[in-house]
């Protein structure tokens, strides 16, 4: 059973672009979360998608943004990139939500 | 105050030591995850609980409701044990995953 795979593994941007980064769960699951990951403020939750529905959402501003197809692939968007957003984003499934975790293996972005 | 407080936040250890990782948290919890990052990045979801103990292989995860605090034990320890070690808990009004900063554990031959 292939695991959670996250494009692109690694990613350079430069101020104010945007950029999509995309998570495909395990085949069956149905919920995708998204985290951020910075050696200042450790894991913090972005937002939880569960049957195409936004089912929850972390304190970050609207700049960054999700989705979630009927397949249950997921893409999150950050716009307007800013330094501070320089980080490993991480994104996990699991079947409903309330289950063991299975993480992806990141996508590392650097803002320039 | 963090929610979620771990600790110790460095530990090291001779391999075959017994390990104790501690997790505290101060809000409302419908379960709580340990979850192993290795260099790299990649973490793995070691248990989740949401009362009593958990045992899997050389890993046991315990957890006390009323005193709103966990253990992550390690025995017989060895060097790729070495990691970080993650407490998350799920809060039980906001649904919301929150995280601790980490256990960074180095396991010497």
């Known amino acids: 059973k292939a695991g959670v795979t996250q494009t692109p593994r690694y990613l350079i941007k430069t101020r104010g672009q945007q950029v999509t980064l995309s998570c495909s769960p395990i085949?069956?699951?149905?919920?995708v979360s998204w985290y951020q990951q910075t050696p200042g403020q450790g894991l913090q939750f972005l937002f939880e998608?569960?049957?195409?529905?936004?089912?929850n959402k972390g304190n970050f501003p609207g700049r960054f943004s999700g989705r979630q197809f009927s397949n249950s692939r997921s893409e999150m968007n950050v716009s307007t990139l800013e330094l501070g957003d320089s980080a490993l984003y991480l994104c996990?499934?699991?079947?409903?939500?309330?289950?063991?975790?299975?993480f992806g293996s990141g996508t590392q972005l650097s803002v320039l | 105050k963090n929610e979620v407080e771990q600790s110790p936040q460095n530990l090291t250890a001779q391999e075959g030591e017994f390990i104790t990782i501690n997790c505290s948290y101060s809000?409302?919890?419908?379960?709580l995850h340990w979850l192993q990052q290795h260099p790299g990045g990649g973490i793995v979801s070691l248990f989740m609980?949401?009362?009593g103990k958990k045992k899997h292989g050389r890993l046991i995860a315990t957890i006390n409701i009323q005193e709103k605090h966990s253990s992550l034990h390690i025995t017989a320890s060895h060097p790729r044990d070495s990691a970080v070690y993650i407490c998350?808990?799920?809060?039980?009004?906001?649904?919301?995953?929150?995280f601790g900063t980490g256990t960074r554990l180095q396991v010497f031959p």
């Open positions: 085949s069956g699951h149905r919920s």
């Open positions: 996990a499934s699991s079947l409903q939500g309330f289950e063991k975790l299975f």
């Open positions: 809000v409302g919890i419908s379960a």
């Open positions: 609980l949401s009362s």
């Open positions: 998350a808990v799920r809060s039980y009004n906001t649904d919301k995953l929150i």
């Open positions: 998608y569960f049957s195409e529905t936004q089912r």
